[in-house]
């Protein structure tokens, strides 16, 4: 089954808007992290919410988790063109040594002037 | 203070040639991940390293596909006989001893193109 979807897969938002992702996924989790991605380029990572957590704020942004539904939420206040980049959900399940991290298939965000 | 380093950044390859992608992690970084992504997707994990050791490779292709993080140098991933199934963007992540599974830092990755 697949693991963090992220909707919606696009968004187009003007300067100044509020943008908000969403995210679901399936199994069981210690953290749900939030990385952004810039075309051709690396991710980066935003914020890291714990599954005892219900909700965060760094910055702009602002995310929250429900483990009941099994969703978070990426809200990013005051858009600015610079925000212009695919956003992705991952999930960790962290079983003894194993690390790895899950992601969805992503939301392409386009901030416009 | 560098981050996460890849090369190649892009690297062409004709089928049935081999791929070595490099990862040099974070300085003080112990814990090496690799993921593969295919176009407008994301990331799939494939291997988790320690220093010499493989810790998950769940999903890594059963053949052709390798990874290793010796005690000195980078971190290597080969892909032996190559496809064109394989071209893709290979992203590097670390993180730091003592807490695998929060906080990863990724490299700006290498593009694959199989001809």
């Known amino acids: 089954s697949q693991q963090g979807e992220e909707d919606p897969q696009a968004l187009s938002i003007q300067e100044g808007e509020n943008a908000t992702m969403n995210c679901s996924y399936k199994?069981?989790?210690?953290?749900l992290q939030w990385y952004r991605q810039n075309s051709g380029r690396g991710l980066v990572h935003l914020i890291l919410?714990?599954?005892?957590?219900r909700e965060k704020h760094s910055g702009r942004l602002r995310v929250t988790l429900d483990t009941s539904k099994k969703s978070s939420s990426l809200l990013i206040t005051a858009s600015r063109a610079a925000d212009t980049a695919s956003y992705f959900c991952?999930?960790?399940?962290?079983?003894?040594?194993?690390?790895?991290?899950?992601f969805g298939t992503g939301t392409r965000l386009q901030v416009t002037l | 203070n560098a981050g996460v380093m890849q090369n190649p950044r892009h690297l062409v390859r004709r089928r049935g040639q081999e791929a070595r992608l490099r990862c040099s992690p974070m300085?003080?970084?112990?814990?090496v991940y690799w993921y593969r992504q295919l176009p407008e997707e994301g990331l799939k994990f494939m291997v988790y390293?320690?220093?010499?050791?493989?810790?998950?490779e769940s999903g890594m292709p059963k053949e052709r596909f390798s990874a290793e993080f010796p005690k000195e140098g980078p971190s290597i991933l080969r892909i032996q006989q190559v496809v064109r199934g394989d071209s893709a963007a290979y992203f590097c992540a670390s993180s730091p001893p003592g807490s695998p599974g929060t906080i990863q830092y990724f490299g700006a990755g290498t593009r694959l193109s199989v001809l």
């Open positions: 199994t069981s989790i210690n953290n």
């Open positions: 991952a999930t960790a399940n962290n079983t003894g040594t194993a690390s790895k991290l899950t």
């Open positions: 300085k003080g970084h112990s814990h």
């Open positions: 919410i714990r599954s005892n957590e």
């Open positions: 390293l320690q220093k010499e050791n493989i810790i998950d």
